[in-house]
T-cell receptor
């Protein structure tokens, strides 16, 4: 596999469920990101990891919990979500977190919270 | 609040015409700028990046940056129906800030 992959591609969950989103990058990058994309709104940065260390948490509610076990894998653990959390969740990676570094996106997980 | 502004569109152009997409940003400290294309239901894919004032050309695409005016644009020459998508502008200071995107429709 090449590039950035995400699983699952689609997820429907109830407000009391616990689920996890997985992202894997095959680009040899050292930085990984979680974004949320809702209809009619800009992409919102949620978390940034650099060399497995979280360097940014963009005021995201604690019901979203990231995990980065190594530089190739990133998880987003979901617990007690709300219907307004329904969105497309995108993972991205870049060589390093920097102002000139291009970010490459995965295909996204479309999440529906009932 | 750092912002990137784009007209949501849709911008409709006939096949073969030049499509002009525009973007303004609020943070003068932004140092790099990116255009991503996003097809409906798909993830963003990088079209162009630009860091210096002036024009940067890549095939049918030209990115233009004017830091004094805090303005970035993307020109698509010889537009094709396959160019129909939402184009996201992003500015990078300490993190990447995206606009809401402009929807482009190229009709045959």
């Amino acid at each position: 596999e090449t590039g950035v992959t995400q699983t699952p591609r689609h997820l429907v969950m109830g407000m009391t469920n616990k689920k996890s989103l997985k992202c894997e990058q095959h680009l040899g990058h050292n930085a990984m990101y979680w974004y949320k994309q809702s209809a009619k709104k800009p992409l919102e940065l949620m978390f940034v990891y650099s060399l497995e260390e979280r360097v940014e948490n963009n005021s995201v509610p604690s019901r979203f919990s990231p995990e980065c076990p190594n530089s190739s894998h990133l998880f987003l653990h979901l617990h007690t979500l709300q219907p307004e959390d329904s969105a497309l969740y995108l993972c991205a990676s870049s060589q390093v977190p920097g102002t000139e570094e291009t970010q490459y996106f995965g295909p996204g997980t479309r999440l529906l919270v009932l | 609040q750092k912002e990137v502004e784009q007209n949501s569109g849709p911008l409709s152009v006939p096949e073969g015409a030049i499509a002009s997409l525009n973007c303004t940003y609020s943070d003068r400290g932004s140092q790099s700028f990116f255009w991503y294309r996003q097809y409906s239901g798909k993830s963003p894919e990088l079209i162009m990046s630009i860091y210096s004032n002036g024009d940067k050309e890549d095939g049918r695409f030209t990115a233009q940056l004017n830091k004094a005016s805090q303005y970035v644009s993307l020109l698509i020459r010889d537009s094709q129906p396959s160019d129909s998508a939402t184009y996201l502008c992003a500015a990078n200071t300490d993190k990447l800030i995206f606009g809401t995107g402009t929807r482009l429709q190229v009709f045959p």
